[in-house]
């Protein structure tokens, strides 16, 4: 998936009738009292009592106050890929149960994130799914979820985007990081390719992993080469039929 990352605004949610509504927005003053009240806090307390601590890794810890919770989650071959080495997924066909897991995984997310590729791949097919005579409920309750869902679509060659989507042609890491301080919610990172460089950055909050029963072999791993380790902490595991497990994991951010 090549990640090609406008500065279009979003797409009009009282036009759409969907979720940007839903979605907090805070102001620049907002953000800096918010930051401030945080900083002067954790500095007078921790400095007083750690006179040798890092300021700067205190204002980070201000900086993830208040913020949108950023969440990479895919469902993942044995071997650690979320596609063969020809693009295929067919091997992570979900049941019904882990279907309606992503289903709700999807109602609660503020934001999605789309590289170019994924984004075509997903346009193409779930804006109508839920027309075709074969959908199931599934179908048609995710289709419905996506075309709701408000999107931010990494492009420098799409010339426009659809269903509640902006176009974005920023640095992702920027953009992200700059994402995350104004919304309020859950987010959502769609797509290994996008994912690198904000994963490297150190700006996902949480990873979910719905590890398929399945091993590949090779192709598009879910992880990103890493310049050092990344902390996790378990926070809940859970078994799906046919064998498919969930692993949720926070970043410490240590």
Request: charged fraction near 25%.
């Amino acid at each position: 998936m090549n990640q090609d990352n406008g500065d279009n605004p979003f797409t009009s949610a009282a036009s759409l009738g969907v979720k940007w509504s839903q979605v907090q927005i805070l102001s620049a003053r907002q953000r800096k009292t918010r930051f401030d009240q945080c900083r002067s806090g954790f500095l007078l307390f921790w400095l007083e009592r750690l006179p040798w601590a890092n300021p700067m890794r205190i204002v980070r810890r201000c900086s993830l106050i208040g913020m949108g919770r950023l969440i990479y989650g895919l469902n993942v071959s044995v071997d650690g890929y979320i596609a063969d080495a020809r693009g295929n997924i067919d091997w992570s066909d979900p049941s019904e149960e882990l279907h309606e897991y992503w289903n709700d995984f999807e109602r609660e997310t503020a934001v999605s994130l789309y590289g170019r590729r994924l984004y075509d791949l997903m346009s193409a097919y779930w804006p109508t799914a839920d027309h075709a005579p074969d959908a199931t409920p599934f179908i048609r309750d995710f289709a419905r979820t996506w075309r709701e869902m408000p999107k931010v679509v990494f492009s420098r060659t799409l010339e426009s985007v659809d269903w509640n989507s902006r176009l974005e042609r920023g640095d992702p890491v920027e953009v992200v990081a700059k994402l995350k301080a104004e919304t309020e919610g859950q987010m959502e990172i769609a797509g290994a390719t996008l994912a690198a460089p904000i994963v490297r950055a150190g700006l996902v909050d949480e990873y979910r992993l719905v590890i398929a029963p399945t091993a590949v072999g090779g192709g598009t791993p879910f992880f990103p080469t890493l310049p050092s380790w990344v902390s996790l902490r378990l926070l809940e595991n859970r078994t799906f039929p046919g064998g498919a497990v969930l692993l949720r994991y926070e970043a410490t951010h240590d």
